[in-house]
């Protein structure tokens, strides 16, 4: 009977009970993990400690690596705005911007809907609201204390609401239903339950709208004379979805609704572009430069078949701080007391990757994939990706660079030669070793950064 | 308070421990189950919380996601096997071999669930048919190595 009494386990559910609320409600919890296992990594610094400090690492990979970035930065720049109406390029020179956090919630679709740029909005003082990406319409930047960004002030970092934003403004634009054939709609943010993240609206000949049997029509901006739409005409939108009815034997297709799913999946976006006055100066300062980066020593750890390392560096690290080895990704950190960090290798890693990949083809535009490793082994990466069906196509030989991933995760970290797996066309096939023995390395600092 | 010391001495480094046995190309084993058998048969029940703590911190050395959730993926399995320790009470061969295939295969399930709950996937979150049957074959003998040693030693229930 004395077991009987006993076996309802108060303290062990208790602890269950407590990490629920860790897992639900972090903030208070993480420095009390840092402390914990910064306390259980102190054998394995000790130890560490014992095997030595490694030799410097070698300048001639880093400089190659940097030429890399620097071939990244030039293709983002030629194709940030290739595509633009015309009429908007005479009068507007294009600013290139970085995107630091993806985020915002009930955004149509269910997707992500507000970016953050590493631009304030004192910066785009001077700017079009309207941002863009080759060709593409993606959102607007609000006023500071405005609809959609009340708590921002001037000095802080800009947000951008992109299209399915529930406060985005609706676009007049055009569906190409055929080479001369155009419905003339009003697109604006779907309801966070539908199938695509923005919806028409409006349309002026309901009944072509009721007769579409087809879907994936582009869809583009239209300028109209005195609108207060957001955008002008020439964007890019996205394709239509169709819900409703297809046709039958005995029965026309009837359309109930027409969706809109724009080229960029909002996960993927690191680049944007803004529009500035033709003529003005950039104000604050040129954001694109290096990352600023702290030295620190990697150690793999036992069974580092998983890439995991035990990383020892003089100040404390961020979490999801980018580890570099001769400026090559090695993983990401998890910062620990005491300045150590648990390194996981990019091949080990299982975390959703904003990507970047520069094809070899020197006039092919660089391709913002979404996606996470699934599978690696010794040298070789596989990372399922997620892209819309427009990008899917162009993935081909490249180099992947980070896309935007946190603040200290910045894009443009070079990984590895990539390439589509053959066996599987939503794969790539990424070069990226796995991190061994003890070595030198940096990780970024997220400096600056909201 | 000598064995809670020894305990959060040794006990975070079991995990690193299994991936120097496995580089020394012996086959590898889940050490999370180890732990998962320990506690739901063998250890004190009112330590039970701190030593899982222990152990989740050793998995957490090794696995991407955080140390709640390595409690959990850790403490479900042994909350599920502690009340029929009334039953399986003692170093029972057959049902601890059992018991070890199951959590082995128990593990990297909740790895993936609460990956995928909590937004913090990771590598364990994989089963390997290998390391179930090695788990399940060695589970047992280092039960019975673990239970003479310290810490694991101090905390036995003598009940």
């Not at chain 2, 999370?32 to 899982?52: D, I, K």
């Not at chain 2, 709640?68 to 850790?74: C, D, F, S, Y």
């Amino acid at each position: 009977m004395a077991k009987h009494s006993t076996a309802f386990p108060v303290g062990l559910y208790g602890a269950l009970l407590l990490a629920l609320c860790a897992l639900t409600i972090p903030a208070p919890f993480a420095p009390v993990e840092r402390a914990l296992l910064g306390g259980a990594a102190l054998v394995g610094r000790f130890v560490a400690g014992l095997v030595g400090t490694p030799v410097a690492a070698n300048t001639t990979p880093a400089a190659a690596a940097a030429q890399r970035v620097a071939a990244l930065h030039a293709r983002l720049d030629r194709h940030g705005a290739a595509g633009a109406p015309a009429g908007l390029v005479a009068r507007f020179d294009p600013a290139p911007c970085t995107v630091v956090v993806v985020g915002g919630r009930g955004g149509g679709g269910g997707e992500p809907c507000e970016l953050r740029l590493d631009r304030t909005y004192a910066e785009l003082a001077d700017c079009l609201p309207i941002v863009t990406q080759g060709d593409r319409y993606l959102g607007h930047v609000p006023q500071p204390g405005g609809p959609g960004a009340q708590d921002d002030a001037l000095g802080d970092f800009a947000r951008v609401l992109l299209a399915n934003h529930p406060l985005a403004r609706s676009v007049h634009a055009d569906v190409e239903v055929d080479a001369a054939a155009r419905l003339r709609v009003v697109v604006g943010p779907a309801s966070a339950a539908d199938p695509a993240p923005l919806r028409v609206d409006l349309w002026d000949d309901p009944y072509q709208a009721a007769r579409l049997d087809r879907a994936f029509l582009p869809v583009r901006t239209r300028d109209v004379p005195g609108s207060a739409s957001a955008a002008p005409g020439g964007f890019r939108v996205g394709t239509t979805r169709i819900w409703g009815y297809p046709r039958t034997e005995r029965s026309e297709a009837l359309t109930l609704g027409v969706y809109v799913t724009p080229d960029a999946l909002p996960q993927a976006l690191s680049h944007v572009v803004v529009w500035r006055q033709r003529g003005a100066e950039a104000s604050g300062p040129e954001r694109r430069r290096a990352p600023t980066t702290r030295p620190g020593i990697a150690h793999a750890l036992p069974g580092a078949a998983h890439g995991r390392c035990l990383l020892v560096a003089d100040e404390n690290l961020a979490d999801g701080a980018a580890v570099l080895q001769d400026g090559r990704l090695l993983g990401v950190a998890k910062g620990l007391a005491g300045g150590a960090a648990l390194l996981t290798g990019f091949g080990a890693s299982r975390q959703p990757w904003n990507l970047i990949l520069l094809p070899d083809d020197p006039a092919a535009a660089p391709v913002e994939l979404h996606g996470a490793v699934v599978h690696s082994t010794g040298e070789r990466v596989w990372v399922r990706c997620r892209a819309r069906a427009t990008t899917q196509a162009t993935i081909g030989p490249g180099q992947l660079f980070t896309g935007s991933n946190g603040p200290a995760c910045p894009p443009g970290l070079w990984i590895g030669a990539a390439a589509a797996d053959p066996g599987d066309f939503d794969q790539i096939v990424v070069e990226s070793p796995a991190p061994a023995g003890a070595c030198a390395v940096h990780w970024c600092e997220a400096e600056g950064l909201p | 308070m000598i064995r809670w010391v020894w305990w959060f001495l040794i006990a975070p480094q079991a995990h690193l421990l299994a991936g120097l046995w496995r580089d020394l190309g012996l086959p590898g084993f889940d050490m999370g189950v180890v732990w998962c058998l320990f506690l739901a048969f063998f250890a004190q029940r009112t330590a039970t919380p701190w030593l899982l703590l222990g152990a989740a911190l050793s998995r957490a050395l090794v696995d991407e996601s955080s140390l709640p959730v390595q409690a959990l993926v850790l403490g479900i399995p042994v909350a599920v096997l502690l009340p029929l320790r009334t039953f399986f009470f003692g170093q029972r061969w057959l049902w601890l071999t059992l018991a070890a295939a199951g959590c082995a295969v128990a593990l990297p399930r909740l790895s993936a669930w609460f990956g995928a709950w909590f937004a913090q996937p990771s590598a364990s979150a994989q089963t390997d048919v290998a390391t179930v049957l090695w788990t399940a074959a060695l589970a047992a003998p280092l039960l019975a190595l673990l239970r003479r040693l310290p810490p694991c030693r101090g905390f036995e229930d003598a009940t």
